[in-house]
């Protein structure tokens, strides 16, 4: 079975209208772009009703991340999160999921067809989850994922008592696995928030390589991430540069994405590509940019 290609469009989108519904249009044209990753803030889309038309008989496997949304709540409530000791901070990430499942309903009704398959979750709050907390969660909303006909993944990020200052400061890994077990909940690895956590470019393979030994592998997504401030962002931010062949300061290389797939030994249930582009660049310079990693991750 052919594992489906996933493209966050979002981090590498275009500022007009018509240059955003040219990107849709040109990614659903590759022949190998099965899904968008949607963010989901506190509702998927300004406008609902556009992005269903543009994910309209093109998309079928398209993934909802909540990190956006984690992360703009975390600012104003550090007691936020699916994996906080905090029991009505982790109530309120409940009930926030909740609505974010009801809203991936929503579209599925103005699409005309299931468009959404998997939702990526994460291990907030910064600084102080609590892997027991996170159990609890996965638990109470297995139900509510099944009866939507969608399938959580926690996207590991980088964790807190990483190398340097984190952006997202999460559980680690291995607190991320002992709160999915038994759970049937997998996990993905974001190659770019790897790095941001440990500066070990090989990292993220290692990972990768462990999930899919212990059958807990949900995902792999390619982002890059460098040591140097961009016009992408900080040294070391949660960026999302593209190839060092386009950005020199990356450290992500098309050897790095080969050992990246490689590791993963097609075990993965999805894998995506999610960068970002110069913000003049053309929509036909921005895939050329996406191509050129789904080049590498195919011939690896």
Request: net charge negative; charged share 20%; aromatic share 6%.
């Amino acid at each position: 079975m052919t594992v489906p290609t996933i493209v966050g469009a979002y981090a590498a989108m275009p500022q007009t209208i018509a240059d955003r519904e040219d990107f849709y249009q040109r990614l659903g044209e590759t022949g190998w772009v099965d899904g968008i990753e949607i963010p989901y803030r506190d509702g998927l889309d300004a406008d609902p009703r556009w992005l269903a038309g543009q994910l309209r008989d093109r998309f079928a496997q398209c993934v909802v991340t909540a990190i956006p949304g984690t992360m703009g709540r975390l600012a104003d409530d550090p007691n936020f999160g699916l994996a906080s000791p905090d029991e009505e901070g982790r109530q309120r990430a409940m009930d926030w999921v909740t609505g974010l499942v009801s809203d991936v309903q929503s579209l599925h009704e103005m699409v005309g067809h299931r468009v959404v398959r998997f939702v990526e979750i994460h291990s907030a709050p910064s600084n102080h989850a609590e892997p027991t907390a996170l159990k609890a969660s996965l638990a109470e909303l297995s139900g509510l994922f099944a009866g939507a006909g969608l399938t959580p993944v926690i996207e590991h990020c980088d964790a807190a008592g990483g190398v340097g200052p984190g952006e997202k400061e999460f559980l680690s890994l291995d607190d991320e696995i002992t709160a999915a077990s038994d759970s049937g909940v997998h996990l993905a690895i974001n190659w770019g928030r790897s790095v941001v956590e440990s500066h070990d470019p090989d990292l993220p393979a290692r990972q990768a390589a462990r999930l899919a030994g212990a059958g807990l592998l949900g995902a792999v997504m390619v982002s890059g991430a460098g040591p140097q401030a961009t016009q992408y962002g900080p040294a070391w931010g949660d960026a999302h540069l593209p190839l060092r062949d386009d950005e020199p300061t990356s450290l992500l290389t098309t050897d790095r994405v080969r050992s990246f797939m490689d590791a993963a030994q097609g075990l993965q249930a999805y894998q995506g590509i999610k960068i970002q582009t110069p913000a003049d660049a053309t929509v036909e310079q921005r895939l050329t940019m996406i191509t050129s990693i789904r080049d590498a991750m195919t011939s690896a």
